[in-house]
């Protein structure tokens, strides 16, 4: 279930993003425009004034206009009035020192199991 969720959200978040709620809106402006021309007279004629390039409502205008906003460029210049100077730091130089190795000292160091005497072996069983 929240995959599902996760896969609506990005989905919806990637429509958003290519503009595709001014699609929306269009078609909904062109079914109104349909189903109220379509009133007075025969549909085909109701579709074909629908599309008729002068003939265009509200909606289609408002569309338009949010279109044309969307796709202008937008420069930084036009936003702030002066130059924005970007200003990097230095990076403190970062030191790690390693300890010396030192090997563990070798004498008096013995092998545990090297004074023991091996298991006893079990007698043979008959076969």
Not at 17 to 33: I, L, N, P
Not at 65 to 70: H, I, P
Request: charge should be positive.
């Amino acid at each position: 279930m929240f995959r599902r969720f996760q896969i609506g959200s990005v989905l919806l978040a990637w429509l958003l993003a290519t503009g595709s709620q001014w699609d929306c809106a269009q078609v909904f402006a062109w079914g109104r425009m349909i189903a109220n021309y379509s009133r007075t007279m025969p549909l085909a004629e109701a579709v074909r004034l629908t599309f008729t390039p002068g003939n265009e409502c509200d909606v289609c205008l408002a569309v338009g206009e949010a279109k044309e906003q969307q796709n202008s460029p937008t420069t930084p210049a036009a936003k702030a009035p002066g130059k924005i100077l970007l200003v990097f730091q230095p990076v403190p130089v970062i030191v790690i020192v390693v300890p010396e190795f030192s090997p563990w000292p070798s004498d008096g160091q013995t092998m545990l199991g090297a004074s023991r005497a091996s298991p006893p072996v079990p007698p043979p069983r008959p076969a």
